[in-house]
């Protein structure tokens, strides 16, 4: 079956820090993965999507199908990047499967 | 930036009333989504709806839950007969072709069932 992992409920570290939110996941066949960010009593946001090999908000993540994994990085930690992490796979044509979340703090 | 909205953010309701959750979905999108998240646990997919049709269910998706596109701009989840078991935030969704460019999520509402 199709899974998402995110093995890290909580992260916490200081302002100006690397920060890396881990993703793995189980699939058959070519996986289309996503982050998504949820702040605060906000709507969950696309942050990224592995197509696009984008970086938005200086977070990337690279798919590495070796080991099954979409790892969430960023290199210096910003207080407003506090918010809860999703990450995502569509499964078949439309659905999305979801990681349990990480909640990200960002200590001053 | 055009955005899913939901109506109303909060709804509390008496177990065994019907409820109805509202969702204007991204204009030019084509499919819709439905998703729970219950207190404490992962985001669930419930429902895709295309073509004016239900695509996919999931086992959660049962015969209490229905979804309609009334107007061509409203989406509609329909509780039937709300079970304690319902509380949770509904998140409503919609993507352009198959949801490879990204799913795109409203605000939620929050479902109490007392």
């Known amino acids: 079956a199709q899974r998402v992992t995110q093995p890290e409920k909580l992260l916490s570290v200081f302002k100006g820090a690397p920060v890396e939110l881990k993703c793995n996941y189980s699939y058959s066949g070519s996986p289309e993965l996503f982050w998504y960010v949820q702040y605060s009593r906000q709507r969950l946001q696309l942050l990224l999507r592995?197509?696009s090999r984008e970086s938005i908000k200086g977070f990337t993540a690279d798919l590495n199908k070796g080991e099954t994994s979409f790892h969430l990085k960023k290199p210096f930690a910003q207080e407003e990047d506090s918010a809860m992490y999703y990450c995502a796979l569509i499964q078949g044509a439309q659905k999305l499967v979801f990681g349990q979340g990480t909640r990200l703090t960002i200590n001053p | 930036e055009p955005e899913v909205t939901q109506t109303p953010s909060h709804q509390v309701t008496q177990m065994g009333q019907e409820v109805i959750l509202r969702c204007v979905p991204i204009?030019?999108?084509?499919?819709f989504y439905w998703y729970r998240q219950i207190l404490g646990q992962k985001v669930e997919f419930l429902v895709s709806f295309y073509n004016n049709e239900i695509s996919e269910k999931s086992e959660i998706f049962d015969d209490q839950f229905s979804v309609e596109r009334p107007d061509g701009s409203n989406f509609t989840l329909k509780i039937r007969s709300t079970k304690l078991e319902d509380s949770a935030m509904y998140f409503c969704?919609?993507?352009?072709?198959?949801?490879?460019?990204?799913?795109?999520f409203g605000s939620g509402t929050q479902l109490s069932v007392l």
């Open positions: 592995h197509i």
């Open positions: 204009s030019n999108h084509l499919y």
């Open positions: 969704a919609s993507s352009g072709w198959r949801g490879r460019a990204g799913v795109f």
